[in-house]
């Protein structure tokens, strides 16, 4: 069963950017789409961004003009760069996958357990 | 974008009752919904996708229902391990959005 495993740095200065990684184990990183989802304290889920192995890619307009992902498939790895990072961006950030439906629409099947990352000076 | 509304934002039940939990779209979303369970300090578990399909391996006693705008989803006997948070997730809209959850807590 695959398993996805984020990692980075927990604690970062405002307008630093916040940077993590995903490591997949137990499949591939072709066919899928990979995304990054966060999710501040006491408040809902919100869905930041998706990249495959092509490098194509969609962002959140709320997010997309500080928004970069990568996908590394030597090591089975993707990347989210969060630039000018402010106490706002404080959440627990999971990575996730996404495949497509039958009707050929991509859903979140399987998540990472999630990370911490405070913004605080 | 669109916005999903879970009901209840929580209950409390007892092993072996039948729950179920509700979630509202803002616009027609067809069936493209997906429900997910996260248990405490876990990674969420994806359960039903569009809207009435059984996610590999998920117990037949979770079923989902609806298209359109409302949508349910039912745990027919509920397990211990069932006790956790149930969310909901459009994939039609572009950004996908989540329902704000519902906490399901021991009687």
């Known amino acids: 069963q695959v398993h996805l495993q984020e990692s980075g740095r927990g604690l970062i200065k405002p307008s630093e950017t916040l940077s993590l990684t995903c490591t997949i184990s137990?499949?591939?990183?072709?066919?899928?789409?990979w995304s990054w989802i966060r999710q501040p304290a006491g408040k809902g889920l919100e869905w930041i961004g998706r990249?495959?192995?092509?490098?194509?890619?969609n962002s959140n307009p709320s997010l997309r003009s500080r928004v970069t992902m990568s996908v590394d498939v030597s090591n089975n790895q993707f990347s989210l760069k969060l630039s000018s990072a402010t106490a706002a961006d404080t959440a627990m950030y999971y990575c996730?996958?996404?495949?497509?439906?039958?009707?050929?629409?991509?859903?979140?099947?399987?998540w990472g357990q999630g990370t911490l990352v405070t913004v605080s000076s | 974008d669109i916005q999903m509304t879970q009901s209840p934002s929580s209950l409390s039940a007892s092993v072996g009752d039948r729950v179920t939990i509700t979630c509202r779209a803002s616009?027609?979303?067809?069936?493209?919904l997906v429900w997910f369970r996260q248990k405490p300090g876990r990674a969420p578990e994806s359960l039903i996708y569009?809207?009435?399909s059984l996610q590999s391996g998920v117990p037949s006693r979770f079923s989902g229902s609806g298209s359109g705008t409302d949508f349910t989803l039912t745990i027919s006997s509920l397990r211990p391990e069932d006790f956790a948070t149930y969310y909901c997730?459009?994939?039609?809209?572009?950004?996908?959005?989540f329902g704000g959850g519902t906490k399901v807590d021991i009687k």
């Open positions: 996730a996958r996404e495949f497509y439906d039958t009707n050929y629409h991509l859903y979140v099947d399987y």
């Open positions: 137990g499949g591939s990183l072709n066919t899928y789409y």
């Open positions: 990249i495959n192995t092509s490098g194509n890619s």
């Open positions: 616009q027609d979303i067809k069936n493209y």
């Open positions: 569009s809207a009435t």
């Open positions: 997730q459009q994939y039609i809209g572009f950004p996908v959005t």
